[in-house]
């Protein structure tokens, strides 16, 4: 069976400084890996996506993702954050059927 | 920028009602599904629809749910008796394909409440 572990419910950091949400994946085959952002009274938006053609993927606004089997491993990060960054990300798994797991969610917050 | 819209943003039912949460997901989308996430838990994966037909669903989805895509546009979740465990936002996603490299777009959710 498929799961994803987001490791921080909440993450806060300062306006121009790094991101890290972390989330590590089980799967026992290849798995697709999702970050998806929810803003508050928004739908879910992809931010990017692993699908094995490539181990460091970039999204949109700045993230991007290390795909690292090792670990087990899918990072969110982005090199400096800004206060439009506030929300939830979720780290998603996805397998032969377009059936989604979702982690339980990281809530940043960027503090001006 | 096409997107998934969702009807009601918020809808709030007695127990035992009969609730219809709709959906237009985006028009040449084929792959339909239906998520829910109760308050502080995880987005859960309800059921997902192709081709007039359910083609997964997960144990929450048991006899009290039902889906259909009534006409070109429309995709809907009914639950024929709320129970209280219900209250929940729903989204409804849809994509064009299925499998790597199809990404699910989701709409903006409705919010469930059952009183």
């Known amino acids: 069976a498929q799961s994803v572990t987001q490791l921080d419910s909440h993450v806060s950091v300062s306006e121009g400084t790094p991101v890290l949400l972390r989330c590590n994946y089980s799967?026992?085959?290849?798995?697709?890996l999702f970050w998806y952002v929810q803003h508050p009274n928004k739908g879910l938006q992809l931010l990017l996506k692993?699908?094995?053609?490539?181990?460091l993927v970039k999204g949109i606004n700045g993230f991007e993702a290390e795909f690292k089997k090792s670990e087990t491993s899918f990072h969110l990060t982005k090199p400096s954050a800004h206060m439009s960054d506030a929300a939830e990300y979720f780290c998603?798994?996805?397998?032969?059927?377009?059936?989604?797991?979702f982690g339980t969610g990281t809530l940043l917050a960027v503090q001006p | 920028e096409p997107e998934v819209t969702q009807t009601p943003s918020h809808q709030v039912t007695q127990m035992g009602q009969e609730v219809i949460l709709r959906c237009v997901p985006i028009?040449?989308?084929?792959?339909f599904y239906w998520y829910r996430q109760i308050l502080g838990q995880k987005v859960e994966f309800l059921v997902s629809?192709?081709?007039?037909?359910?083609?997964?669903k997960s144990e929450i989805f048991d006899d009290q749910f039902s889906v259909e895509r009534p006409d070109g546009s429309n995709f809907t979740l009914k639950i024929r008796s709320t129970k209280l465990e219900d209250s929940a936002m729903y989204f409804c996603a849809s994509s064009e394909g299925q499998g790597e490299g199809y990404e699910q777009y989701f709409g903006p959710g409705t919010r469930l409440t059952v009183t």
């Open positions: 692993y699908t094995s053609a490539a181990t």
């Open positions: 799967s026992s085959y290849s798995p697709s």
């Open positions: 998603v798994g996805g397998g032969a059927t377009n059936k989604l797991i």
């Open positions: 028009s040449n989308h084929l792959y």
């Open positions: 629809f192709y081709n007039n037909e359910i083609s997964e």
